[in-house]
């Protein structure tokens, strides 16, 4: 076979995802879609064989403050599976064999279309998470998200500063806090960022509901993956912008109204 009969072959052979990355069409857009992913199937029956070791595991590995408490166990989700989801799909991305960025971040993408019997398993456990005292660790916020993390032995080595609000925006009436969300992103390192935007309540959880989220910050490119709407590829030169659409904005007209960026490592890696 020739060359230019094997540089066929191989164009071909790819899904139209995997060579979106230089797809010249898209110049001008800030991000834009590569894998729809959903949390199709988040509504179903979990596997109570699990449940129990789950919790044995997500205890011992919790930050100091922070429990994951059975009485807390509700087998019906109704909450949705992201925090699941978005953990999975981290785990998924640094065990990765892949090297080239684009093809391990779609490969990964495509296993999120649906949710699973896993991933709602996964969920109900880390539903449980709460205070194990009635004063909660300086940054709350942060021991929860270790703790979360711990479901498939991963460890947080940087988080965005705590206090980062966006206020409501009155359904898009106006553009608020951007600057320091944008101040947030500009200090991020490079990695992978589970990342999580709250409604604060007084409760045992210290929130109303939250959502997570996925960001890629890589030298060769900038992804970032919702599992109730799919993964997008970020344009390099306008992150900050397509951070705000993806994050900022909807965090605004939900109420969530402090997100925050945690960068996420294998347990044991430096």
Known sequence: MSILESTFTRFNSLSPYEYSYNDTSRTGFSYWRIVDCSMDNGYAKTDTSKIGPLLDKLNQGAAEGIKFDAKHLDYHLSGGVCSAHSLTFIRDYLQSDINLLHRRVVTVAQRFRRSSLDLRTYQVALNTISKAQDEPPTDFMKAKAESLASLHDLKIDYASKGE???????????????????????????????????????????????????????????????????????????????LWNLVGDPSSAWGLNYPRFYRIKLKGES
């Open 164 to 242: 980062l609000l966006v206020e409501d925006d009155n359904y898009g009436q106006k553009d608020v806090n951007r600057s320091e969300f944008y101040n947030a992103v500009e200090a991020l390192p490079e990695g992978i960022f589970l990342v999580r935007a709250i409604a604060k309540e007084n409760n045992f959880r210290g929130e109303y509901y939250g959502h997570s989220m996925v960001y890629i910050n890589d030298s060769v490119g900038h992804y970032f993956f919702d599992p109730g709407d799919g993964c997008s590829q970020i344009s390099n030169g306008r992150v900050k912008e397509a």
